[in-house]
């Protein structure tokens, strides 16, 4: 079966640095979309960046955060900088079938269990 699974989350100052790592396993990533998504306390599911032939960016970390992958390790990664303190929330990788995407979060069948990302002023 898919699995997800989130690392490289922790607590950062304002303006530092932070790289998330997505490991896959179970199906291959070049024939998916891939995801980053984050929940902060009380809020919904946002799209933080999506991976799918091109990139693609939620409004708030634009300019910030850079989605990549690596085909031959089967792992996405999210490279965030100048974090802000509204940065603050669990981080979610998820995965789509490329057939059925269409950029919306209820395309994506696989989730991982989430890291935690804290930011401090």
């Known amino acids: 079966q898919a699995q997800l699974a989130e690392s490289g989350g922790g607590s950062v100052q304002a303006g530092g640095s932070l790289r998330l790592t997505c490991a896959a396993s179970g199906f291959t990533l070049s024939r998916h979309c891939m995801g980053w998504f984050r929940q902060a306390p009380g809020k919904g599911r946002e799209e933080v960046a999506v991976i799918c032939g091109n990139t693609y960016y939620g409004d708030s970390v634009k300019g910030r955060f850079t989605i990549s992958q690596d085909n031959a390790k089967n792992t996405m990664y999210l490279q965030m900088n100048s974090l802000k303190p509204e940065d603050t929330a669990t981080y979610y990788c998820?995965?789509?079938?490329?057939?059925?995407?269409?950029?919306?979060?209820?395309?994506?069948?696989?989730w991982g269990q989430g890291t935690q990302v804290t930011v401090s002023s």
């Open positions: 998820a995965s789509a079938r490329r057939s059925g995407w269409g950029r919306d979060p209820n395309d994506y069948k696989y």
